[in-house]
């Protein structure tokens, strides 16, 4: 089953998330996309590892978030990808314009082939004003139409808001 978790920041999509992945009863296998550059991105990362049970395995991919899926994919493994929109930043900010084109479409096209559970978390940042600023205008519309697409591949979408799950597509939880 592929699951999509979207939410603003400090909505509790990740804490959803890792609930949801822990009672599937399977092995996880995180899947962090962060790039902790700074300290107060480096204390986030630290608060999401310490609420992770020990014995789940991580791995840290910025950008090749395809060949990891790909390479940990399993019938009795869960995935559980946080965040989609810090992975497509990592892709914004290459100096490839079109390597972000690529991964979004191999990721679109891994997703039928990919055994087990997977969820994927990501922050919802289109209800807001519309930004200032070419990149950030961009990176709002490459999330939107990042989550559009990947929606149509999930049995499950919920938005997560002040800690509280809204299924919009799939069983409710």
Known sequence: MLQLILGGARSGKSRLAEKLAADTGLAVTYIATSQPLDGEMNARVAQHRARRPAQWALVEEPLA??????????????????????????????????????????????????????????????????????????????????????????QRVVLTVAGLPLTLKGTAL
């Open 65 to 154: 978030l395809v060949r990891v899926l790909r390479d940990n994919a399993a019938a009795d493994r869960c995935l559980l990808v946080d965040c989609l929109t810090l992975w497509l930043t990592n892709l914004l900010m290459l100096d490839d314009h079109a390597q972000l084109n690529v991964e979004r479409e191999a990721l679109l096209d891994s997703l039928a082939a990919l055994p087990g559970e997977i969820i994927f978390v990501s922050n919802e940042t289109g209800l807001g004003v519309v930004p200032l600023g070419e990149l950030t205008r961009r990176y709002v519309d490459e999330a939107g139409w990042l989550h559009q697409a990947l929606a149509e591949h999930c």
